[in-house]
């Protein structure tokens, strides 16, 4: 759950849609169906910190000029 509204409060709502979908599984307890989704999340979080990163550094070098 705060996966979801974290990564929507950033802008990766294909990281919050997926954390969605995640949830629901577990929800309905269909544990076979959500433990391959958990790869999938861990790459898309990797893919998040990379892009807020390269962000955060621009706006360090916009900063600074």
Request: hydrophobic letters at 40%; aromatic letters at 0%.
């Given at each position: 759950?705060?996966?979801?509204?974290?990564?929507?409060?950033?802008?990766?709502?294909?990281?919050?849609?997926h954390a969605h979908k995640m949830e629901e599984l577990?929800?309905?307890?269909?544990?076979?169906?959500?433990?391959?989704?958990?790869?999938?999340?861990?790459?898309?979080?990797?893919?998040?910190?990379?892009?807020?990163?390269?962000?955060?550094?621009?706006?360090?070098?916009?900063?600074?000029?």
């Amino acid at each position: 759950h705060s996966i979801k509204g974290l990564s929507r409060s950033v802008g990766a709502t294909r990281l919050s849609d997926h954390a969605h979908k995640m949830e629901e599984l577990a929800a309905e307890a269909n544990l076979a169906a959500l433990q391959p989704l958990v790869d999938e999340l861990r790459q898309r979080l990797s893919e998040v910190q990379a892009d807020l990163q390269a962000q955060l550094a621009d706006a360090r070098q916009s900063a600074s000029t």
